[in-house]
């Protein structure tokens, strides 16, 4: 309508005796917008470097995003129909039935997992699995978001390592080092303090 775009329509055309056809508009407009929602949805899922999947009500794979390959080096197609606990590196028994539990019963998990990729190799994440139900509140399933967090685990360990060595020295002094507050009340103290008489301090 002058030059705008009002309606996206369904056209059924069905041929009748005759030469006659019969033709069926249906007003597509509703779906349009739903499909093109559910577009940039997997789009935006698809564009980031975390793993999300989606299952049905058994636990099997039925969505992963362009991430899962990357990831865990499965096959996108291999996954799919398998359950989502393939992932997981073995004697993690009690944290996958804790979230299995924890979504049949309506309720969101959230905790650190170790996975498996397809070589072998393990690699912890930090997991959020969600319940998804349908328009009458059953359980169809679950989606998982899965980040990899082995480098922030390394940076982690390197971060203690590097205060734990500090902490070594200071507490080689023989004299005693402290901090306090504004209050001036003690925060931190090195073992030389503890050697101390007790009318020290």
């Known amino acids: 309508t002058n030059g705008r775009l009002t309606l996206f329509a369904d056209i059924v055309v069905t041929p009748l005796e005759g030469g006659f056809s019969m033709v069926t508009l249906r007003d597509a407009t509703r779906r349009w917008r739903m499909e093109s929602h559910v577009q940039r949805l ?7 470097t975390d793993v999300f999947y989606l299952t049905d009500a058994e636990f099997r794979l039925t969505f992963v ?31 996958i039935q804790s979230y299995l539990t924890a979504v049949r019963k309506g309720r969101d998990w959230a905790g650190e997992l170790i996975n498996l990729r397809n070589d072998g190799t393990r690699y912890p994440v930090s997991v959020t699995i969600s319940p998804i139900h349908d328009r009458n509140g059953d359980f169809i399933g679950y989606v998982a978001n899965e980040r990899n967090i082995k480098a922030w685990k390394e940076l982690q360990d390197e971060v203690l390592m590097e205060r734990n060595f500090a902490r070594s020295i200071i507490d ?21 303090w503890r050697k101390f008489p007790a009318e020290h301090g």
């Not at 005693?176 to 090195?190: P, Q, S």
């Open 65 to 95: 995003n362009a991430a899962f390959q990357e990831v865990t080096g499965h096959n996108i197609e291999d996954a799919l129909g398998r359950s989502g606990e393939f992932l997981r590196a073995p004697g993690q028994e009690q944290q």
């Open 42 to 48: 997997a789009a935006a899922i698809d564009a980031t």
């Open 172 to 192: 080689s002094i023989e004299s005693a080092i402290y901090t306090v507050d504004r209050e001036f009340k003690l925060t931190h103290i090195n073992e030389a």
